[in-house]
């Protein structure tokens, strides 16, 4: 087989984004389009020659092709090894997982999380580092120099693999091996929680509901939780994954998971239920009746650390996306804990954890982990709440309604508007920005500014600085609104508005957000002008 040289040109655009590079699929399948990206990663990683690289995806539309195109590129470019999911398939955080159990160099992640699927929907691809997490910004933007200078991408002339039969096999001199997707993953998991206590509970009665949204999470889900934890058959819906994730959006929110809110919310609802996402990195948590916040995930988890058997021995701190309630915050200074304040996107976390500063982590954007891998992980979230669930035996609405008691309530609500001009969105923002300075001092609708900034975050371990992360501004009554725009979309700008307020009240405990926070989310909008500026009456999704 003959390594060739393609001549190319670049591409616009090719800039990684919150978590790699998201475009529409018929960008992707330009010529040359996703070869000049995978290229300017193998220049920019020269450790790939002669090292392991673990490759897949959450089987959306385009994996298999990727997977195939970047096989061969691969081999051209000197990877000695590479460890492919069975039929392309890995989850995002089963990847980290594969890196970090075999070893590996690094890892490829096709995928474009929970955003739809199909050939007119979207794709995406992203580097892992050799600690299991996304690459650290100072390699995206690496990369990204890369693709704007690239000329030539190597690629050898051969057939396609078999990725359908587990096995190694030979592509011009490299070692491929197709290997179990979930087998290193469910393993990890044993170790973690209490597999003894998880099936005893399912043996009880205990009735649970897992939505794998038509995603990559379904054979994980039907393993370990109908395999190996005793859930009766069926607990598992919507188990295989779909390259159009069955004409679904594969978000688990109150939105797009809407059928499994609509059976916990009713009559003979289960007493757990979940759902995760296209690539298996977020999570939803509902119990009979009752939905629970990704903020409050994170601060009830971390106040039940010590019942799951990896974390008895206490957490070393915790942090959170700058975004996220500070409900966690609350439960670190009880602990005598410290909690960092990070920018969006999961690569944040990976110094923290790997200088052993934090054990778990989350994201308001359901996204939840701890130590054991370097991603978000969605059902590891699931398990560390059916541990919490089979150790304490209560209620999943009585454990959150306790916490509450016990920290007070960080009544908390996200306001996503979707695909608005990207144009009227950046000027939004500036406009912001420039009225920082003005705002604190000022009585706004009875409400006293006490701070407005533009988060900048200064790494603590190695000083790295990330500026214009999120507009923040906090007020008297210990509330706070945040905006900033999303970079996990491909059409247009998503603005997300995010608004709290801590509750000691227990009385209040039980309003619905939007209603204990609709003094907020009026000045919000006025702020900012949200409405006269896109014409949106309403966000198109609330969370």
């Not at 990877?79 to 160099?105: D, E, H, M, Y």
């Not at 050939?119 to 691809?125: L, N, Q, R, V």
């Not at 005598?336 to 989350?362: H, M, Q, R, S, V």
Request: negative net charge.
């Amino acid at each position: 087989m003959s390594i060739q040289s393609v001549a190319t040109r670049p591409f616009s655009g090719q800039k990684p984004g919150t978590s790699g590079l998201r475009k529409k699929v018929s960008v992707f399948r330009q010529p040359h389009y996703l070869e000049n990206f995978v290229q300017s990663i193998f220049d920019t990683v020269p450790e790939l020659r002669g090292g392991t690289l673990v490759l897949g995806g959450d089987g959306r539309y385009y994996n298999r092709v990727a997977v195939q195109t970047i096989l061969r590129m691969a081999a051209a470019n000197g990877v000695a090894q590479v460890l492919v999911g069975q039929g392309g398939l890995l989850s995002t955080p089963a990847v980290s997982c594969v890196i970090r159990t075999r070893g590996a160099t690094g890892g490829i992640v096709l995928s474009a999380s929970h955003n739809p699927g199909g050939p007119d929907e979207d794709f995406g691809i992203k580097y892992n580092v050799s600690n299991g997490g996304p690459a650290p910004e100072k390699i995206t933007e690496a990369i990204h120099a890369r693709t704007e200078a690239i000329e030539v991408y190597r690629t050898v002339d051969a057939a396609e693999l078999d990725l359908d039969t587990l096995g190694s096999t030979e592509l011009a001199g490299m070692s491929v091996e197709v290997i179990d997707p979930v087998a290193d993953y469910a393993a990890l998991m044993e170790k973690l929680f209490d597999f003894g206590a998880i099936r005893a509970l399912f043996a009880s009665g205990f009735r649970m509901r897992f939505d794998a949204m038509n995603a990559i999470t379904g054979p994980y889900a039907h393993e370990i939780l109908e395999g190996r934890l005793g859930a009766p058959a069926g607990t598992v819906v919507r188990g295989t994954p779909l390259e159009d994730f069955g004409g679904a959006h594969p978000d688990p929110n109150l939105v797009h998971a809407h059928d499994l809110v609509e059976l916990m919310m009713g009559a003979g609802a289960p007493d757990f239920g979940a759902a995760s996402d296209g690539d298996g990195d977020r999570n939803m948590i509902l119990g009979r009746g009752f939905y629970v916040t990704p903020s409050d995930s994170l601060a009830v988890l971390a106040a039940n650390a010590t019942l799951i058997p990896a974390y008895a021995g206490g957490l070393k701190g915790v942090a959170r996306s700058m975004p996220t309630s500070m409900a966690v915050d609350r439960v670190a200074a009880a602990l005598g804990l410290n909690c960092y304040e990070t920018p969006t996107g999961w690569k944040f976390f990976g110094n923290l954890l790997d200088a052993g500063c934090i054990t778990f982590c989350g994201e308001e954007s359901f996204g939840t982990g701890s130590d054991h891998v370097r991603e978000k992980d969605g059902l590891w979230a699931v398990l560390a709440w059916l541990n919490v669930l089979a150790v304490r035996r209560e209620p999943l609405a009585d454990i959150v309604r306790a916490h509450w008691a016990s920290y007070g309530r960080n009544v908390y609500t996200r306001h996503d508007y979707e695909g608005i001009d990207s144009a009227v969105a950046d000027e939004l923002m500036a406009d912001l920005r420039a009225s920082l300075q003005s705002l604190p001092g000022c009585v706004l609708d009875g409400l006293s500014v006490t701070s407005a900034d533009d988060f900048t975050y200064t790494d603590p371990v190695d000083g790295s600085v990330s500026r214009k992360q999120g507009v923040r501004v906090a007020f008297s009554d210990d509330s706070r609104i945040v905006y900033r725009l999303s970079g996990t979309g491909t059409q247009g700008a998503t603005l997300r508005v995010y608004i709290e307020r801590h509750e000691a009240d227990a009385d209040k405990h039980g309003l619905d957000p939007q209603q204990a926070l609709a003094a907020l989310i009026v000045l919000a909008d006025r702020i900012a002008g949200i409405t006269s500026r896109t014409g949106r009456p309403a966000p198109d999704v609330i969370t």
